[in-house]
């Protein structure tokens, strides 16, 4: 069993930053996909940006050009840098790991961008 912990959500206003981190506990076998999706009221859950083990990365075409990804494969954690965040990236981030036996999702963090 695989625990995912997201931090680092919060109230900020349009045009600021956040940066959300993800640790995962994997003891024995290594962490492959790690990505963010989130969730605002009444949509469905969509992805935001995925990075592979080696560092390849993609991204949601609403979020490239300000939203950075990046993990530590040494301490199983993944980062969201989000800049230049604007009131429809408001929703519940979530974190999620995949490793060999399956997929593990963190509980999500809100994040909320006033305009």
């Known amino acids: 069993q695989v625990q995912v912990v997201e931090s680092g959500g919060g109230l900020v206003q349009a045009g600021g930053s956040l940066r959300l981190s993800c640790t995962a506990s994997a003891s024995g076998f290594s962490i492959n996909l790690m990505a963010w999706y989130r969730q605002a009221p009444g949509k469905q859950r969509d992805v935001v940006a995925g990075i592979t083990r080696r560092g390849n990365t993609n991204y949601a075409d609403s979020v490239k050009g300000r939203f950075t990804i990046s993990r530590d494969n040494a301490e199983n954690t993944v980062h969201l840098q989000m800049n230049s965040l604007k009131p429809e990236d408001t929703a519940v981030y979530y974190c999620?790991?995949?490793?060999?036996?399956?997929?593990?999702w963190g509980q999500g963090t809100q994040v909320t961008v006033s305009s």
């Open positions: 999620v790991v995949s490793f060999p036996l399956g997929n593990s």
